[in-house]
């Protein structure tokens, strides 16, 4: 993991953590850009993933494991208590195993399209496959994978998805679809349900098995569904009007 800590004299801490095939990089042009556009108060804590973005060379173990480094990272920095912790997909099921550590404090947090698969191991399986059979597939083809990533999250971020994808370690595309076919929800009071938003796509996969889950885990937090939008489609398509909802301004 890298971990790039933005604008250290803030008081204000917000944590973002990317989904699978995005990075640091991703977070800062979509999020952060548009974000200082609206406020200038944050410091912004933003880590590459192993496996992903200057990260990329290294193995993907857990979300565990991810969940330690950064915790110790922000524990180190004099960080117990976050203001903002907004993760995507993958990162979500990070995001849940550092608030299963019980070690960070946060004032807020913001989910989209993660994971609420707990012991999908015939699912995990399959997609394993399908997944390993999809990164063959496109390294005989890169066009086809540029061309269908771009289709979902236009020219240029599909571009770098595709080539990301193409170049991770096989088994880091295991260990991520294990971690989120598996996931351990954590426990939260009332007051960080009633400040905890879960966010998906209407077309999202995951929004299914999230609309079973949520009421009964985590009655008092918020379900939002974005209209036509796919797996965390809408935050590189209308990134302005995105963080408008994830930092809770009109």
Known sequence: ???????????????????????SESMRTFLVENILKVTDDYRYIIPDL???????????????????????????HGVSEVDLGFAASLGGVVLFEILNRREIKFKRLFFEGVSFCENA???????????????????????????????????QAGRVMAERFLKMDPLSIKNIVRDCSNVGLPKMDTKTQRNCIFSYG??????????????????EAKLVVDERYGHCERIVKDAEGYVKGVIGVD
Do not use: C, W
Not at 1 to 15: A, F, G, H, R, T
Not at 211 to 219: N, S, T
């Open 50 to 76: 192993s496996g992903h973005g200057e990260a990329m060379s290294e193995t993907y173990v857990s979300a565990t494991e991810e969940a330690r480094i950064l915790t110790q990272y922000l524990l180190g």
């Open 121 to 155: 191991k015939l699912g995990g399986f399959l997609m394993t496959k399908i997944m390993l059979a999809k990164q063959k597939k496109g390294s005989k083809n890169p066009k086809l994978a540029v061309e269908k990533m771009s289709k979902m999250f236009g020219g």
């Open 202 to 219: 209407e077309k999202d996969s995951d929004l299914r098995l999230a609309k079973r889950k949520i009421p009964k885990k985590y009655p």
């Open 1 to 23: 993991m890298v971990i790039y800590d933005l604008y250290p004299e803030k008081s204000k801490v917000m944590l973002l953590i990317h989904p699978m095939l995005a990075s």
